[in-house]
């Protein structure tokens, strides 16, 4: 282990978990005594409220540490203790996997006048940093339907405003054009502040807004050097109000060190790693019970129940830290393997949101069969695919494809050419009217309607999704420890094939 941050994960955040023991610590069972070297001996095992113990957990240490998880708080660094605890408990040897990031501090908006309130917020990519109390100005917007929104494009859409003040705030409307040119064109204008809140026109509009104001339409930087905050759409009617007066703090972003947690079971090829990984953290809005501690929590069941394996392959787990700011603790271990170390890795299994209440069942498009969005995954990806499909089908399960845009963990490794696929089950995508005849579930919601919330919590889940893929999980890893032949032609165990021909590929 990497043990610069050893003490603090086993010793100084202990405390936190008190209230939740790991799941492999409840007692000797059957299951912690067999070697649980067979699909239907590992579902078994692999329970979904063994999941859930460790869901508890995550959401005891969010409940501790200010009802978050994320990268940079004390509450992901709880989570990375009960992983490394719980993983050491089965007999796992646990490394610590340290990167550096940039740890954006909390913003701040309130509103003063006409009425008070404390606005959830967050400073967008590329906002300058200052503290302000300051009249907010309302720039060209569109409150009343259709909302079709143009706020701030324009440079004359700041015409006649008076920015003369000592501190002014504009008020900004999603639509139409680049966030970063509307701050630009704001600060232009006098403007020591901006709130951009979203735009109201339809169901997925009108939550909080926080998005990218770096980089300008040509790509070149947008150089801000005020803040600039987001706002849902009610909280920018009410900011819109005559006579509003609102106080903005964003503090400078700083370098800090966050870890990845990596576990390995030894195969008897070193040279041939199958890995599974899903991301620990949580945005800063909640506590991200489900994103991601729902496929966090798989692995981490599958990772005890298969402690006693001996697989043919090696193994490896990994509990990504700041997913949530952009794929970095992932990219930062790719980044860091030579070509040789790169070479090893067979395939990378992800997991991340796997059991979003309003579920559809995706599975990763490795073959480009949808044509839609990106193209294939790197050889070996369809079969990954064709992998979860049979294991759907055999349990009369309808799927579909989702797009390998590269939005989670996996995009790091497709990079490099390394086969990837795994699962999904939707995140603020708003579910058909035909999905919901299939699944179930509630047409013109979002298949997770807590996505990146407060909400995010432990009840924001659908067993039934949990249950179903936490065992694909399970099914995933082992078979591929125990062989990658239709990946990349090494042969594995002889009689793993026969003993598990209802779950393999081309049974």
Known sequence: MRSVLASLVVCVLLATLVAVAPGASAGKTACEKRNNNTINKLLECVTVDGVRSHQAAWQAAADANEGIRAAGFPGYDASVAYVVETLEAAGYDVELDPFEFTFVPPATL????????????????GSGFGTLTGQVIPVDLALDPPRASTSGCEATDFAGLDFSGPADIALIQRGTCFFSTKAVNAEAAGAEAVIIFNQGNSSTRLGLIVGNASTLPDGSPSNLT????????DQGVALAQPGSLAFIDVDPPETRINNNVIAELPGKNDDNVVMAGAHLDSVQAGPGIQDNGSGSAAILETAVQMAKVKPVNTVRFAWWGAEELGLVGSTAYVADRTPEELDDIALYLNFDM???PNFVYFIYDGDDSDAVGAGPGPEGSAQIEEFFENFYEARDLPFLGTDFSGRSDYGPFIAVGIPAGGLFTGAEVVKTPEQAAIWGGTAGDQYDPCYHLACDTFDNISLEALSVNSDAVAAAVL?????????????????????????????
Request: charged fraction near 10%; charge should be negative; hydrophobic fraction near 35%.
């Open 110 to 125: 309130q509103q003063i006048a006409p009425i008070a309130g404390t606005y959830e917020t967050g400073a967008f990519t």
């Open 354 to 356: 796997i059991g979003s």
């Open 479 to 507: 078979s591929y420890g125990m062989n990658t032949e239709t990946i990349n032609g090494v042969k594995g165990k002889g009689n793993f094939q026969a003993q598990n021909q209802d779950f393999l590929p081309n049974s």
């Open 226 to 233: 005020i803040p600039v905050v987001g706002a849902s759409f």
